[in-house]
């Protein structure tokens, strides 16, 4: 049976890492564009494909159970002499951080750890003995604050054209889904920043085949809706929308790239939740407007064009193009 390495971190938003990745590169890392900047909470474990599943429903879970918190990351330490890293400390995390690692630490992720459970976001793994602290010195200032809301799986993924590289391929929001339609179709929507595999392939967009590239005035926005039998996690793809936020500062501007509902559920409404929990997300990250391609939308207007689905839920023809304020 084939299988796959997996684990889960934390993992910031573009700002902070932005600014992680400006240190990982001044210091010359060599694991930038090789994993995004993370703190890890379940070391790296291989499990059998057939797998996968259990291991969404544990991160579900554990998601569900937490609620977002605030950690202070700097200034430099090191785990020398026993091994050479340069690395981000955490502040005063326990409290937030250790029940979230013991949800997360069940079977199938479960495995005895050797060393103790130290928080912290790796800038370099590995630096010559001598470099050390050099390094620190010159990281001395380095502090920080990361509001957390989510938490994501890595997968390894080996290629024929470069070295290996860690990808976010799946995230779970902090309090877990919100769910809408009671009574009727429930639907668990999520929203988030990573695309993964099943989500991008909905949506007719390539999958994720490398580390996201950290821009700090990109954000972006991945909303889905999974239909809700028995938990959150277990219920299927009905519908996703990605997009981006751009600008550094307010006012930003939210860029709809595509919205897709599942064939077996069109008719439904999906479309509709869909680009509320989209636009609602936007508006939450300082975007007062939304455009979008009318294109972009297939089976979310119950049997007609994208623009006359889009003008149903308040957006206004513009040229080529659909504006909505949020």
Do not use: K, Y
């Not at 990745?21 to 995004?36: E, H, K, M, W």
């Amino acid at each position: 049976m084939p299988r796959r390495r997996f684990a889960v971190a934390l993992v910031p938003p573009p700002d902070v890492a932005a600014a992680i990745d400006t240190l990982r590169r001044a210091i010359g890392s060599p694991q930038v564009r090789r994993i995004p900047p993370h703190l890890t909470l379940v070391p790296p474990v291989n499990l059998p494909a057939d797998d996968a599943p259990a291991v969404r429903e544990v991160l579900a879970a554990a998601a569900a159970a937490t609620r977002p918190f605030r950690l202070v990351l700097g200034p430099a330490a090191s785990f020398a002499p026993a091994t050479p890293t340069v690395h981000l400390a955490v502040g005063d995390a326990a409290a937030a951080l250790l029940p979230l690692r013991d949800a997360l630490s069940v079977d199938p992720l479960g495995r005895p750890d050797p060393r103790p459970f130290v928080p912290h976001v790796t800038l370099d793994p590995r630096v010559a003995p001598e470099r050390v602290a050099a390094c620190l010195d010159a990281l001395r200032a380095v502090e920080f604050p990361w509001d957390v809301d989510a938490v994501v799986l890595l997968e390894h993924l080996i290629r024929d054209d470069g070295p290996p590289l860690w990808v976010p391929v799946g995230e779970e929001p902090f309090g877990g889904p919100a769910v809408v339609g009671r009574g009727g179709l429930e639907l668990a929507m999520r929203a988030g920043t990573v695309l993964g595999p099943e989500v991008a392939g909905l949506l007719g967009l390539p999958a994720p085949h490398g580390v996201p590239v950290v821009d700090p005035s990109v954000r972006p926005v991945v909303v889905t809706a999974h239909r809700r039998d028995g938990t959150a996690a277990d219920g299927g793809l009905a519908g996703a929308a990605f997009g981006e936020v751009v600008g550094a500062a307010t006012p930003a501007v939210a860029r709809l790239v595509r919205l897709t509902v599942t064939p077996s559920e069109r008719g439904l409404g999906v479309g509709a939740h869909v680009l509320a929990r989209w636009c609602a997300t936007a508006a939450g990250l300082g975007a007062p407007l939304a455009v979008a391609v009318p294109g972009g939308t297939e089976g979310a207007g119950d049997g007609d064009d994208g623009r006359a689905f889009l003008e149903r839920h308040g957006f206004r023809s513009l040229g080529e193009l659909a504006v909505r304020q949020l």
